[in-house]
């Protein structure tokens, strides 16, 4: 394989005198831009009482400003030819507008607005409210590893707040209130608190000129109160049962993991690909193939690496009947052999490619090459990752890999919740599942 | 991107941006750079678009027979036929294919759609030949090793038995099953746990030896490549591909059921009721294709613009979700409103949507309405074409229904010529309100009187059949 060096990705960066971030970069392969705001909340900034209040804050955004009716902002950005979403996770909120180029001014209009005269009322948190618990139950109550997820959370955390899901507690949904939402608002709603990125067929003079024109007027706030949670090392082995109506047996594990900052990071992504990525892979081949398990899959981070320190989550589905005890102790044994051993020289050169390969093809989107920007600005402190991640894979080393593994992949190191089936009666008679 | 320090790259546009014409509006007409197209002589369509943005390469290899094409005792067949078809050929085992893809940080996957099987693959440009000689050893010489089958069939029963822990799947199948009672769109394309394990080598290598030839088959190479070249090495590596016969006769036209009919599939630990209600609706090369796409966006395709989803999701708050489709297919698929609700609310949002969607038969689009849908479609066009994968499957499409050749030039201007009184007549013509197949994953018990109440206030017109169906 011949080496090549790898992408560079040519952010741009200004402030304003706000603070507000703007990170851009042109290209102009294809008439399309994706703008978007990271705004530096999440479920982490939460407290009980008070879970998923991000979330629900993200719903209410699209409930109009001054000068637009609720929902009015998904229309015009339709109407425009272009798409509009918006995220939450335990660590951003960022709403995004996927426009043609020469639109990129209408998304700078709407997310001004909404940034400095966001019209919300009792009437549109009562009903957002319903469609948020409704959420959570298709969501989450209502899906295979769900709950579990949810119970292994909050048994793998003591004291961080990643031990709540990002939609919240149902108790908690129920009691918000539209004080609550506007303090929310206040606080962390703010210029110096979101990084704005755009990706695509625009001139960044000209975008930095229009940003002034629409946000420079929006004034700063103090800084939200930071985060000062963090979890005491782990002293053995949690463990948890959650009963549901479900076809087949399974587990949820979570083992303690350092934030997307650590200079390990690169290891842990190595550990994952190895472990689950392509048909090559070692649980591909031991499990899925052979169908000793349904499904298995590892997750590290929270939707990426994540501020806080948090977890490399490792979920399996079990064959209908299948014996979960076992089935765990294999995958155990699976994960130490990497942990202990490491990977072939063959091994670590494939899994090096497949990272670096998709990379490469998640660059094709302006879309996902702006989450990458705006969530390492976020997440990491520094877009800057963007262009030094090839490097940073290559340079991992079998001895790496065995170091980070041994140390994360211990059994008092984990919470591991068990989904063992029941029937719908005994499923009913725990009382109603929120 | 501005730099790619030390890889070949050429700033050459994806799309030219050319100023807006007439009527289509102002997000700029699409139009490909200039495509190669070669036809073999056995007959192979091969497709080559130079995009030099990143070193990447996407390749389709498309076999023009999909779940359609499945027996009506084999449901799952042609998906089946497509993995295996990654799982061995004389010269490579299963293990090998998969060692080879991932060593080189390539991906290859089987899909099945109703009209068509695809091989696809992603890669890093400088592998586009290698990837080329494997995808052409896999299709013409696969072989199909029993234990690898024996293996798949494991896997493919405890993916159907997981699958029914996810309510939306099942209502997903169960819709298809009550409105195609008989006939293959009625079947769940990845088989059932009778169809599964009946399914033999036999039935595979039949339908592989019937479907996998070149002349029924399209190759769309998408990416950082030199077209001439990679023709030639196209040439080379599928040459001796047999052409095949000259035209598979598939499946009749559906018919449509003649009456309304509600099924409620129980599941009384569910906390939400999964809703599927809808009728049959348009083959993709239906000529009111267009106008349907405007009305459905405006009925419930449009998300926060549609009417749907704001008297049910914003005015109601009886959901987090909604949205209605034509799957329109080689032969007409479903039209389909799907939603989910608290089991309270389950009769609500059924007569909402049947009045909401009357209302729409009757008066037509706002004209504000009518613009901004057609404004999406029109300036959101390029959003197609913004990755090689996104620009092969628009040429598949094209290919695969016969679209014709100006298709992707002409898509805005047409789409911008639709009018109000088209819309309200396709509108009439395709939405129908009084034959719905609907099927409700619910607590049955809860849910069954209110509907069979619903059912007698004769806002089916007829009134329908409501039935309890079990789960499992």
Known sequence: ?434 | MSELKGLRMKPTPMLLLQSARGEAGAGGLVKLPPLQKADLPNGLRVIVVESHDLPTVAINLTIKSGSGANPPERPGLAGMTAEMVLLGSPSRSAEQIAEEVDSLGATLTSISTWDCSSLTSTALSSDTGRMLDFLSDLAQNASFPRKELDLLKQRRLNELKTKLDNPSIVANERFAEVLFPEHPYGHPPDGTAASVPATTREDLTAFHASHYTAGNAILIIVGDVAPAKIIDRVRIAFEKWQKGKPSLAGPEAPVSPRETRIVLVDRSDLTQTQIRMGHLGIARNNPDWFPLQVANYILGGGGFSSRLLDRIRVQKGYTYGLNSSFSARMLPGPFVISTFTPHETVPEVIEESILVEREFQERGPEPRELEEAKSFFVSGYPRSFETPAGIASALLEVELYGLGDRHIETYQNRMAAVTADLVRCVAREYFDTKRLSIVCVTKADEVRERLEKLNRTGIFGEPGRVEVSAFF
């Not at chain 1, 971030?21 to 703008?35: Q, Y």
């Not at chain 1, 209408?106 to 009562?126: G, P, Q, V």
């Not at chain 1, 908690?172 to 606080?187: A, E, W």
């Not at chain 1, 490792?314 to 009947?321: K, Q």
């Open chain 1, 1 to 434: 394989m011949e080496p090549r060096s790898p992408v560079v990705f040519d952010v741009r960066e200004h402030r304003l005198d706000n603070g507000l971030r703007i990170l851009t970069l042109e290209d102009h392969s294809a008439p399309l831009v994706s703008f978007q705001i990271h705004y530096a909340v999440g479920s982490r900034n939460e407290r009980p009482g008070l879970t998923g209040i991000s979330h629900l804050f993200e719903h209410m955004m699209f409930k109009g400003t001054d000068r637009r009716p609720p929902e009015q902002i998904a229309r015009e950005v339709q109407a425009s030819g272009g798409t509009l979403n918006a995220f939450t996770t335990t660590d951003n909120t960022s709403y995004f507008e996927n426009l043609p180029a020469g639109k990129v001014e209408l998304a700078m209009d709407i997310e001004s607005d909404r940034m400095a005269h966001l019209r919300i009322d009792e009437a549109n948190l009562k009903t957002e409210r319903e469609v948020v618990r409704n959420e959570r139950r298709v969501s989450l109550v209502n899906t295979p590893v769900g709950l579990a997820e949810e119970l292994m959370l909050s048994l793998l955390f003591d004291s961080h707040p990643y031990r709540w899901p990002v939609v919240g507690w149902d108790s908690d949904l129920k009691q918000i209130s539209l004080q609550d939402c506007m303090d929310y608002f206040r606080i962390h709603y703010a210029p110096n608190n979101a990084t704005v990125v755009i990706v695509g067929d625009f001139k960044t003079e000209g975008a930095v000129v229009l940003m002034r024109n629409h946000f420079g007027e929006i004034p700063s706030q103090p800084a939200p109160p930071p985060v000062v949670s963090y979890e005491r090392p782990q002293r053995g082995e949690k463990r948890g049962i959650l009963k549901k109506v479900a076809q087949a047996p399974g587990f949820v594990a979570g083992f303690h993991a350092p934030g997307w900052k650590d200079p390990d990071w690169p290891a842990i992504d190595l550990i994952e690909t190895a472990l689950t990525t392509g048909r090559s892979s070692r649980f591909y081949k031991t499990f899925l193939k052979p169908g000793r398990v349904s499904a298995i899959s590892v997750a590290s981070g929270l939707f990426f690496g994540t501020i806080d320190p948090s977890l490399v989550q490792v979920s399996v589905i079990a064959p209908p009947g299948g014996d979960i005890a076992a089935i765990e102790k294999e995958v155990w044994r699976e994960v130490d052999k990497l942990a202990w051993e490491g990977l072939t020289q063959e091994e670590l050169a494939k899994v090096k490619k497949q990272r670096e390969a998709s990379f490469y093809l998640q660059a094709e989107s302006n879309f996902f090459k702006g989450v990458q920007i705006g969530l390492r600005q976020i997440r990491q402190g520094s877009w800057r990752g963007m262009n030094t991640q090839v490097d940073l894979w290559r340079k991992v080393t079998n001895d790496d890999l065995k170091r980070v593994g041994s140390r994360i992949f211990r059994t008092d190191n984990r919470a591991v919740v068990t989904i063992q089936p029941v029937s719908t009666e005994e499923w009913e008679s725990f009382g109603p599942a929120e």
